[in-house]
């Protein structure tokens, strides 16, 4: 190996300065770049009650990050040391959750519990365990557990530290690049962007472990925050959505009395076009049906404008936050597959609008709940019939048949649906 004088070992590497805010092209001012890659990762704050041994690997990755800039090859031993801390982020949350005690249920015997001080203790009586067929006691349910990344991944999962139906593919593919660092078969290079995306998906992983949403998080984001709005058409067709607060100024001028709008107020996640929190559907809004992207509360209305804002200075809603993963949708088909419908929805419907085969699942978005139980009818599409995790989509089956068959699936109850 050349032995390289420090004032190389200074100088800036070429391929780093090629990543701009706008992509790849003319190449950054060292100064530039080295501020321009510490951004990416400068916000991906760990909360404070992660194990300090979790916290000390994760800093550690963010420091050597910014020397990316010196060296193009630092941004791959970033990605690929950043998917082996995924395994010691579970394990150390496993050893504060399990607080000394594991407990087993064998087949055909009472349960078994083992003391255990250390992470090494877990692996040695998950692996005799396992040879016994027993499974890893938590709160109600048992899981295969081995005390390797999959047993992990299954315990956070049934003890409700991660959430998220979409998430859980993200965990899966996480884990299978885990396995490709931790066994490689070849050669590979990341980019700074592939590098800081890793870094930040662990980040959320970590604190979601630790029960911390991440504000704007593309894996485990926290509650949105919804705002009194009104939703107004016309004869037309013409739609608009605009903040509570509007009622107070004069009406737009209407074209005639036939042209009219009417006015429905609802509690919605603030519109924020072209961001990920952009609801397309809004105009969509169905009181009896989610067909819009993120949970809309239908509150009054329709109306014309001034019994709108009647209802707004005497009632005096209020905005709330919502969390909008793992939500439960019940799909009716009769004649046709209907939209998704809320449980409560449902529940006030008359026995005579109960009729046909309903289907419960749970998913982070309706369009999910309707895809899986529209594909689920084509069994060259994969879609899991049974009760449980679907393997060709995000979503979870809770139970189908008639409505009350519906409801009354032992997963539904198992997880409070």
């Not at 999959?150 to 996480?174: D, K, N, Q, T, V």
Request: net charge negative; hydrophobic share 35%; glycine share 8%.
């Amino acid at each position: 190996m050349e032995i390289r004088p420090l004032e190389d070992l200074r100088t800036p590497d070429g391929l780093s300065l090629a990543f701009n805010p706008y992509g790849l092209g003319g190449r950054m001012e060292p100064e530039d770049a080295a501020a321009f890659q510490q951004r990416q990762v400068a916000d991906c704050d760990l909360a404070a009650g992660v194990a300090a041994g979790t916290r000390d690997s994760f800093e550690r990755l963010r420091t050597v990050f910014a020397y990316g800039v010196l060296c193009y090859d630092v941004y791959t031993v970033v990605g690929d040391q950043t998917l082996l801390i995924y395994e010691q982020a579970l394990r150390d949350r496993f050893m504060e959750w399990c607080a000394g005690t594991i407990t087993f249920g064998l087949p055909h015997s009472p349960n078994v519990s083992y003391n255990v001080t250390s992470y090494d203790d877990v692996k040695r009586h998950a692996g005799k365990m396992m040879r016994e067929r027993a499974k890893l006691v938590v709160a109600a349910h048992t899981v295969e557990f081995n005390g390797m990344l999959y047993g992990l991944r299954l315990w956070a999962r049934a003890a409700g530290l991660l959430r998220g139906r979409r998430s859980r593919a993200a965990e899966a593919a996480l884990a299978q690049l885990r396995n490709h660092v931790a066994h490689p078969s070849g050669h590979h290079v990341d980019t700074p962007v592939e590098a800081a995306r890793t870094v930040r998906d662990l980040a959320e992983l970590i604190n979601q472990l630790w029960g911390q949403a991440t504000p704007g998080g593309r894996l485990y984001p926290a509650p949105l925050r919804r705002e009194i709005a009104v939703l107004s058409w016309n004869a037309s067709g013409r739609t608009r959505m605009e903040p509570a607060d509007a009622l107070t100024v004069p009406a737009p001028v209407e074209e005639d009395e036939d042209d009219a709008y009417q006015h429905i107020v609802v509690r919605a996640v603030r519109f924020a076009p072209g961001s990920r929190w952009d609801d397309a559907h809004w105009a969509e809004f169905d009181s009896h049906y989610e067909t819009t992207q993120f949970p809309m509360d239908y509150l009054w209305g329709p109306g014309p404008r001034e019994q709108a804002r009647t209802y707004l200075e005497k009632e005096r809603p209020e905005g709330d936050s919502v969390d909008f993963t793992d939500r439960v949708f019940l799909v009716q088909d009769h004649d046709r597959l209907m939209p998704p419908m809320r449980p409560t929805v449902a529940a006030g419907l008359p026995d005579d609008k109960r009729v046909g085969t309903w289907h419960a699942v749970r998913a982070d978005f309706p369009v999910d709940a309707f895809t899986h139980v529209r594909g689920s009818g084509d069994r060259s599409a994969g879609h899991t019939r049974r009760p449980g995790d679907c393997s060709a989509c995000s979503a979870e089956v809770l139970g189908s048949g008639s409505y009350d068959e519906a409801l009354s699936g032992r997963r539904w109850k198992s997880f409070g649906g």
